[in-house]
């Protein structure tokens, strides 16, 4: 086992040890969907889709409004009696007075109407596409916190390295300065170690930085507190693949919130094209009403008396011509379906493509991780040679730079190809439609 994996090994370990103290990927995740914003708004378009539910249900149900009103007649409206009835003249007359008051209670029920009874079916549609919009918000929290993570993980792991590396340069250095204070090396063999110590302590800095801000990333895609600590256990999480008979080997459109969500849009659109071909049938409104009503030449005389009323209906309502309005909204409707409908045939076939192009980018990665890592055994394999050669000076200050460089360059390799792997697996159970699986795995 070489030194440096020995080293990465000693760091998981140590992170396992402070798991009682510190964040998993799966904590992370979990706190994120209790607490990133965006879980908040589908939540809270939940509740507007139960909301909407009962405001449809609401237009078959009894509708009771009280009216009462007041007119002031400043004219009176005159009724002709015609002459013959009450004598040889006709006779002018008032049948009311200065002031009117009339007090009403109704109360309508729809006791027919297929257009509203077809819009119904549309809660149930509109509670799941409610569901489907949070379940969707909630795999996209899981896929960015999951990224925002893995690159933490890789930060960290290049910081390690490079740290290592800084020692290696950091003894060197320590021996060149005794040889050239005692005149067997030149100070320009000094300046070669310095240089590449140099670059690799701004490296260090860099790396520091960018592990700086990927953990703001993960903050922010968490909802926790920017200015809070948050101290990460940075542990790898993913489980290779168990080959043809795991999960995602397989793919269903069905298995994709995309997919689902366009299916339910797809039902809706099919309501909605009945609803508006009900709206020229009959409706049927059953009404009761009670009121009453009041005269007088002074206002107050019209509240004196009160003369009740009642009445109980039926309004029956034919729709006969309205000039080609709703056969147009029909059409639209009907445009809106198929398109849907090829839309949905032609994100059936992307979704494929995805998946397949997710699988060949793991296998990639995978081979690629691999590969990296032997390279980077190699290397290490070589400079631990170089480097004994050098201290019996068998060779020369190059050839120990060289290997080196080429360690350093097959440690940034390696590096780039681990993050490589964990975003493009994170991607298949993206495509997969898998995340909350791999949540419940971790």
Same mark, same amino acid.
């Given at each position: 086992?070489?030194?440096?994996?020995?080293?990465?090994?000693?760091?998981?370990?140590?992170?396992?040890?402070?798991?009682?103290?510190?964040?998993?990927?799966?904590?992370?995740?979990?706190?994120?969907?209790?607490?990133?914003?965006?879980?908040?708004?589908?939540?809270?378009?939940?509740?507007?889709?139960?909301?909407?539910?009962?405001?449809?249900?609401?237009?078959?149900?009894?509708?009771?409004?009280?009216?009462?009103?007041?007119?002031?007649?400043?004219?009176?409206?005159?009724?002709?009696?015609?002459?013959?009835?009450?004598?040889?003249?006709?006779?002018?007359?008032?049948?009311?007075?200065?002031?009117?008051?009339?007090?009403?209670?109704?109360?309508?029920?729809?006791?027919?109407?297929?257009?509203?009874?077809?819009?119904?079916?549309?809660?149930?549609?509109?509670?799941?596409?409610?569901?489907?919009?949070?379940?969707?918000?909630?795999?996209? @929290?899981? $896929?960015? !916190? &999951?990224?925002?993570?893995?690159? /933490? #993980?890789?930060?960290? =792991?290049?910081?390690?390295?490079? *740290?290592?590396?800084?020692?290696?340069?950091?003894?060197?250095?320590?021996?060149?300065?005794?040889?050239?204070?005692?005149?067997?090396?030149?100070?320009?063999?000094?300046?070669?170690?310095?240089?590449?110590?140099?670059?690799?302590?701004?490296?260090?800095?860099?790396?520091?930085?960018?592990?700086?801000?990927?953990?703001?990333?993960?903050?922010?895609?968490?909802?926790?507190?920017?200015?809070?600590?948050?101290?990460?256990?940075?542990?790898?999480?993913?489980?290779?693949?168990?080959?043809?008979?795991?999960?995602?080997?397989?793919?269903?459109?069905?298995?994709? @919130?995309? $997919?689902? !969500? &366009?299916?339910?849009?797809?039902? /809706? #659109?099919?309501?909605? =094209?009945?609803?508006?071909?009900? *709206?020229?049938?009959?409706?049927?409104?059953?009404?009761?009403?009670?009121?009453?009503?009041?005269?007088?030449?002074?206002?107050?005389?019209?509240?004196?008396?009160?003369?009740?009323?009642?009445?109980?209906?039926?309004?029956?309502?034919?729709?006969?011509?309205?000039?080609?309005?709703?056969?147009?909204?029909?059409?639209?409707?009907?445009?809106?379906?198929?398109?849907?409908?090829?839309?949905?045939?032609?994100?059936?076939?992307?979704?494929?493509?995805?998946?397949?192009?997710?699988?060949?980018?793991?296998?990639?990665?995978?081979?690629?991780?691999?590969?990296?890592?032997?390279?980077?055994?190699?290397?290490?394999?070589?400079?631990?040679?170089?480097?004994? =050669?050098?201290?019996?000076?068998?060779?020369?200050?190059?050839?120990?730079?060289?290997?080196?460089?080429?360690?350093?360059?097959?440690?940034?390799?390696?590096?780039?190809?681990?993050?490589?792997?964990?975003?493009?697996?994170?991607?298949?159970?993206?495509?997969?439609?898998?995340?909350?699986?791999?949540?419940?795995?971790?």
């Amino acid at each position: 086992m070489t030194k440096i994996f020995l080293m990465l090994i000693i760091f998981c370990i140590c992170a396992k040890a402070e798991a009682q103290e510190g964040w998993t990927l799966k904590h992370c995740i979990e706190y994120g969907l209790q607490n990133n914003r965006n879980a908040r708004i589908y939540a809270n378009q939940k509740i507007a889709a139960d909301a909407k539910a009962r405001e449809v249900l609401a237009d078959y149900l009894p509708k009771v409004s009280l009216t009462s009103m007041l007119d002031n007649n400043l004219k009176l409206q005159q009724n002709v009696i015609p002459a013959g009835i009450l004598g040889p003249n006709e006779i002018k007359v008032s049948l009311t007075q200065k002031f009117n008051s009339n007090v009403v209670a109704q109360l309508d029920q729809v006791l027919y109407d297929q257009s509203l009874l077809t819009g119904l079916k549309a809660n149930k549609l509109n509670r799941e596409l409610a569901d489907l919009n949070t379940q969707q918000s909630q795999e996209s @929290i899981i $896929y960015n !916190i &999951s990224i925002a993570y893995f690159q /933490l #993980l890789v930060y960290r =792991q290049q910081i390690l390295l490079l *740290e290592f590396n800084s020692k290696t340069y950091e003894r060197q250095m320590d021996i060149y300065r005794l040889q050239v204070a005692k005149g067997i090396v030149l100070q320009k063999d000094l300046d070669k170690v310095s240089v590449d110590f140099n670059n690799t302590m701004s490296q260090i800095r860099v790396a520091r930085s960018n592990f700086q801000l990927a953990e703001n990333q993960l903050k922010f895609e968490m909802g926790y507190p920017i200015d809070d600590k948050l101290q990460v256990n940075l542990v790898p999480a993913i489980a290779p693949l168990a080959g043809p008979e795991d999960s995602l080997m397989r793919f269903s459109p069905a298995a994709r @919130i995309d $997919y689902r !969500i &366009s299916s339910t849009n797809i039902r /809706l #659109l099919e309501i909605e =094209q009945a609803r508006i071909k009900a *709206e020229g049938l009959p409706k049927l409104t059953g009404y009761a009403r009670y009121g009453a009503v009041g005269f007088g030449n002074k206002l107050k005389g019209a509240y004196d008396e009160l003369l009740p009323y009642s009445t109980v209906g039926l309004k029956l309502t034919i729709p006969i011509l309205d000039f080609y309005k709703r056969s147009a909204r029909h059409k639209q409707a009907s445009v809106n379906l198929v398109n849907a409908e090829e839309g949905l045939k032609l994100s059936k076939s992307k979704f494929s493509v995805e998946f397949q192009n997710a699988q060949t980018k793991v296998a990639q990665a995978q081979a690629n991780m691999e590969n990296d890592k032997r390279n980077m055994d190699l290397a290490e394999s070589v400079f631990k040679v170089t480097n004994l =050669q050098f201290q019996k000076g068998t060779t020369d200050l190059n050839d120990w730079l060289i290997t080196r460089n080429s360690l350093r360059s097959a440690q940034n390799n390696y590096l780039n190809s681990i993050y490589s792997y964990y975003q493009s697996r994170v991607d298949l159970e993206k495509a997969a439609g898998t995340l909350k699986t791999f949540l419940n795995s971790l």
